[in-house]
């Protein structure tokens, strides 16, 4: 979750939130830490790193007594957290991260990336097998991947004539910037090779997360769907929140049209600016307007103290906005597609509305992110490196935030090869189907087979989009 949060004078002001961001969770692939400090630069980024985590860091009080500074920052960096531990740490970090390069963080951050814009699930090829495959989830229009004629659902066994396994997905995938994917088709449900290829290469793109938009009229009622894979008010550098207009263009249509049951597609969505989720929200919402809470936020014990001492408790708040393209009024409820994936932003969506109307799941459970993070970067510019550190937890309007679990499903309904293949907004795909289901009780449409493909996951090219799952502020100055 990314908000921003711009704080200065001699004691705290939180000043009006500008943005906040939630994405998704990052995998740990941070290497022991072995290797010394070979320069002073590396120095002087660790004591700016030490220094920023100390005032700013949600457990800046279990920071270790004595941190190694002979490493390199990011290593460093990885020593200093407060590492999350199902038995002996299950309330520590999962989500800080740091970047070499504070300027690329920050443009992943706003969704422009090196990318073929091709994103996509990998799975072992079978269970107890080191080979992968890479299934396709949904590919950025009018990118190098698009153009290639890479679709939803394609099953990539190979890149660049090598064969995908647990060892060399990461390299074959993520390090090149010109790909040939081999594919493969499932056939009774098992997986051949083809020699059919599609070549690919990668370029910076700006993603637009306003994936797609429909309205279904099915037995007396009108729903609304809209798939939405990042928060993003809109494009890197922009200072026009084009995203979020066309979120309010979409609810302006919904309204119109009389919409009255909703499906919000948050499967791919590992979270983005909170003020897009704001935005979203308050479309949404039922009786909500800019006198009602969306969110609380609690920092570290020290900024509390100098909060509560200001008198500023106040500006921990964020309250929904007045939309008047809102349909919450037509809505008794609100359904939520998701998966592992969806996080963060999505998640307080999830949790900010509850208070105000019921918010059913449907797919898988969530990622449980429950706490945010501030990007910082050297004011002076002479460090090139930048932090995403965990700095709050936050709260619905009824102090409820015991969500580091994930949200379970109300319905759950597991992805499969062969319902990745249905295109997104596909009335026969698997989670939307069974929201369709719920709203009308109509099986006009096959309901998902429960005897389909379901192969052990590795991880997701979703886990590295902005750092995987963060909710992001900018950073408060402190005196």
């Not at 711009?6 to 072995?34: F, H, Q, Y």
């Not at 570290?300 to 929904?320: C, H, S, Y």
């Not at 900010?352 to 109307?357: D, E, R, S, Y």
């Not at 700095?391 to 949200?407: C, I, L, R």
């Amino acid at each position: 979750m990314q908000v921003s949060m711009n704080v200065r004078r001699n004691t705290w002001v939180l000043a009006a939130i500008a943005g906040l961001w939630m994405t998704s969770c990052k995998k740990d692939e941070t290497i022991a830490p072995t290797q010394p400090v070979t320069s002073t630069e590396d120095q002087t980024v660790n004591d700016w790193v030490l220094s920023e985590m100390k005032k700013y860091y949600y457990w800046n009080d279990k920071l270790p007594a004595n941190p190694n500074k002979a490493l390199k920052p990011a290593d460093f960096f990885s020593s200093l957290l407060y590492k999350y531990d199902a038995v002996a740490r299950p309330d520590g970090d999962r989500f800080s991260w740091i970047q070499e390069s504070a300027d690329e963080l920050k443009a992943s951050l706003s969704g422009e990336v090196k990318s073929t814009g091709v994103e996509f699930t990998l799975l072992r090829r079978a269970s107890g097998s080191d080979d992968v495959i890479a299934q396709v989830l949904y590919v950025q229009p009018g990118s190098p991947g698009a153009a290639a004629g890479v679709k939803r659902g394609d099953i990539i066994y190979k890149v660049n004539g090598q064969k995908l396994t647990v060892n060399n997905y990461q390299n074959l995938l993520f390090s090149p910037t010109a790909f040939t994917y081999g594919l493969a088709k499932l056939e009774n449900r098992t997986l051949v090779d083809t020699d059919e290829t599609r070549s690919v290469t990668a370029s910076t793109i700006q993603e637009n997360p306003v994936y797609l938009d429909s309205i279904y009229v099915r037995n007396g009622k009108t729903i609304g769907y809209l798939v939405y894979n990042q928060f993003i008010p809109g494009p890197n550098g922009s200072s026009t929140p084009e995203y979020d207009r066309r979120i309010d263009q979409i609810f302006s249509k919904f309204k119109a049209q009389g919409v009255n049951e909703l499906i919000l597609d948050f499967r791919y969505n590992p979270g983005g600016y909170v003020s897009s989720s704001v935005n979203i929200a308050s479309l949404v919402g039922k009786g909500v307007d800019n006198s009602k809470v969306y969110y609380r936020m609690e920092y570290n014990k020290d900024i509390m103290k100098e909060v509560q001492a200001a008198g500023q408790t106040g500006d921990l708040i964020t309250r929904f906005s007045n939309k008047a393209n809102n349909i919450g009024g037509n809505l008794q409820r609100v359904f939520v597609l998701t998966t592992g994936r969806t996080a963060s932003a999505s998640e307080l969506i999830i949790n900010g509305l509850k208070p105000f109307m019921p918010v059913v799941t449907i797919g898988g459970t969530t990622t449980g992110k429950n706490v945010g993070s501030i990007t910082l970067t050297d004011d002076k510019g002479k460090i090139k490196w930048g932090i995403q550190p965990i700095v709050f937890k936050s709260f619905n309007s009824e102090g409820t935030s015991e969500y580091s679990a994930g949200f379970k499903p109300a319905f759950e309904v597991a992805e499969t090869v062969e319902s990745r293949t249905k295109p997104l907004g596909d009335v026969n795909e698997a989670l939307l189907n069974e929201a369709l289901f719920q709203i009308t009780g109509n099986r006009s449409a096959r309901r998902a087979a429960r005897n389909e493909t379901v192969l052990p996951e590795v991880g997701s090219s979703i886990e590295r989009k902005a750092g995987g799952s963060n909710m992001f502020e900018a950073a408060p100055k402190l005196k």
